[in-house]
């Protein structure tokens, strides 16, 4: 066998996982791309080559009042579920961190349970447990159901903040004659702000968009963004599923993108 065979091979694997890994991204991210085009087409069926561009059936949602219902159902509950989320998140990873206290493995174990847990047993479960309890499905109990589904992500985002950051700060603004309560004001808080609002955001996000959960807990006659594009696809594929589709897709992307700028701008300053 030749020098030049010999190495020909490695460049020939890396090729060929190149190859792959475009392929995976086109199998990936192709669909959404196809939904986002499609919602630009001026034909009502969503078929290609596109026939002209046209921004009619986003007017089409502005006129729906059952979707902009929805919207605002999923916009009041992502920002309630994420503020409750947060605020609890905080506290706990602060305790978690901070101090030493029995139980703490259980509770720290007990708080990453819903990232492991599927979010079909989830929500079967806490929809059991409410029957147990005699409660019916409501809006309040959506919004339980998404602050639990949130409050790890904070938790865990929290945390990786305050490990990295040292006592030093809190200990001299203590040392000086603040209290804990003005030492977390004061010097906490806006140390691991960058992480708050970072948790925020991503809780938002996960609220927004979430479906699988939702469908267990909310009662009938709410419906959020997700639900309804469901219940959309049970009678046709029309463009303005197409339209709410894009929709989902730019706010997705974007709260993430915008928490990730804030966090920079926010960490630079501190």
């Given at each position: 066998?030749?020098?030049?065979?010999?190495?020909?091979r490695?460049?020939m694997?890396?090729?060929g996982?190149?190859?792959?890994?475009?392929?995976?991204?086109?199998f990936?991210?192709?669909?959404?791309?196809?939904?986002?085009?499609?919602?630009?087409?001026?034909?009502?069926?969503?078929?290609?080559?596109?026939?002209?561009?046209?921004?009619?059936?986003?007017?089409?949602?502005?006129?729906?009042d059952?979707i902009?219902?929805?919207?605002?159902?999923?916009?009041?509950?992502?920002?309630?579920?994420s503020?409750?989320?947060?605020?609890?998140?905080?506290?706990?990873?602060?305790?978690?961190?901070?101090?030493?206290?029995?139980?703490?493995?259980?509770?720290n174990?007990?708080?990453?349970?819903?990232?492991?847990?599927?979010?079909?047993?989830?929500g079967?479960?806490?929809?059991?447990?409410?029957?147990?309890?005699?409660?019916?499905r409501?809006?309040?109990?959506?919004?339980?159901?998404?602050?639990?589904?949130s409050?790890?992500?904070?938790?865990?985002?929290?945390?990786?903040?305050?490990?990295?950051?040292?006592?030093?700060?809190?200990?001299?603004a203590?040392?000086?004659?603040?209290?804990?309560?003005?030492?977390?004001?004061?010097?906490?808080?806006?140390?691991?702000?960058?992480?708050?609002?970072?948790?925020?955001?991503?809780?938002?996000?996960?609220?927004?968009?979430?479906?699988?959960?939702?469908?267990?807990?909310?009662?009938?006659?709410?419906?959020?963004?997700?639900?309804?594009?469901?219940?959309m696809l049970?009678?046709s594929?029309?463009?303005?599923?197409?339209?709410?589709?894009?929709?989902?897709?730019v706010?997705?992307?974007?709260?993430?993108?915008?928490?990730?700028?804030?966090?920079r701008?926010?960490?630079?300053?501190?």
């Amino acid at each position: 066998m030749s020098v030049g065979s010999r190495l020909d091979r490695p460049s020939m694997g890396w090729n060929g996982l190149r190859l792959l890994t475009l392929l995976v991204y086109i199998f990936m991210f192709a669909p959404i791309i196809v939904v986002v085009l499609l919602a630009f087409n001026s034909a009502r069926t969503g078929s290609f080559p596109m026939e002209g561009f046209s921004l009619q059936w986003f007017g089409k949602l502005l006129e729906n009042d059952s979707i902009i219902g929805a919207f605002e159902t999923s916009v009041i509950l992502a920002a309630s579920s994420s503020f409750l989320a947060t605020l609890i998140g905080v506290m706990a990873a602060i305790a978690l961190i901070r101090y030493s206290f029995k139980g703490k493995a259980i509770i720290n174990n007990l708080l990453s349970l819903p990232l492991l847990m599927p979010e079909v047993v989830l929500g079967v479960a806490l929809l059991m447990f409410l029957k147990f309890l005699h409660q019916p499905r409501s809006f309040l109990l959506l919004l339980l159901g998404h602050t639990v589904l949130s409050l790890p992500y904070v938790v865990l985002v929290v945390q990786a903040r305050l490990v990295g950051l040292r006592q030093h700060y809190e200990e001299a603004a203590m040392s000086l004659g603040a209290n804990r309560l003005q030492t977390f004001i004061d010097v906490t808080l806006p140390l691991i702000s960058p992480a708050i609002v970072g948790g925020f955001l991503f809780a938002a996000t996960l609220s927004f968009d979430n479906i699988t959960a939702t469908l267990f807990w909310k009662k009938p006659g709410i419906e959020t963004v997700p639900t309804k594009i469901f219940a959309m696809l049970r009678t046709s594929i029309s463009p303005e599923i197409n339209a709410l589709g894009a929709v989902m897709i730019v706010i997705t992307i974007l709260l993430p993108l915008i928490g990730g700028y804030v966090v920079r701008r926010l960490s630079r300053g501190r």
